[in-house]
């Protein structure tokens, strides 16, 4: 019974010291990039790439492409690709993808499609979304993307 009791004792005490050690993080606020496109039909996109911060000797990633549609100035739809990667110095792939979208009222989102690379590309992986916003007689086309480079790096697709 006491050798039962010392092993608790320790194995408590070990919890406690791993508890109470704090966990390194990279930069705490996410990293940005914005893109502003003229679609013609006087259509504009305004894309942010919001890429989160890794966890220290994580070898995953995660970014959000989102872009919102305006047309004469006016809000039409927004429009969100969020993907996982992982990666690991030599080759880097998507591990899980979800989207979400929100339209003005009269458009429709039509032809949802996602391709994704799978984790063996030495060239990194790619999430593409595409798609079509409509209100006749108007026709949007709709791709946003996120690559990922083998060494961790994200950017647009």
Same mark, same amino acid.
């Given at each position: 019974m006491s050798f039962l009791k010392k092993f608790l004792s320790s194995a408590l005490i070990l919890s406690l010291i791993l508890c109470a050690c704090p966990i390194a993080y990279a930069a705490d606020t996410p990293e940005e990039i914005v893109y502003v496109e003229d679609l013609g039909n006087d259509v504009t996109v305004k894309t942010t790439i919001t890429v989160y911060p890794k966890v220290t000797r994580d070898k995953y990633t995660t970014a959000i492409s989102t872009s919102d549609f305006t047309r004469g100035g006016k809000?039409?739809? =927004? @429009? *969100?690709?969020?993907a996982t990667f992982m990666y690991n110095s030599i080759v880097a792939g998507v591990t899980g993808t979800t989207y979400s979208k929100s339209l003005a009222s009269g458009w429709s989102y039509t032809n949802h499609?996602?391709?994704?690379? =799978? @984790? *063996?590309s030495s060239n990194g992986g790619t999430a593409?979304?595409?798609?079509?916003?409509?209100?006749?007689?108007?026709?949007?086309?709709?791709?946003?993307?996120?690559?990922?480079?083998?060494?961790?790096?994200?950017?647009?697709?």
């Open positions: 809000w039409i739809a =927004t @429009v *969100s690709l969020q499609k996602i391709t994704t690379t =799978t @984790v *063996s593409t979304l595409t798609a079509t916003l409509k209100d006749f007689p108007v026709n949007v086309p709709v791709r946003l993307s996120l690559h990922c480079s083998p060494n961790g790096t994200v950017t647009r697709g």
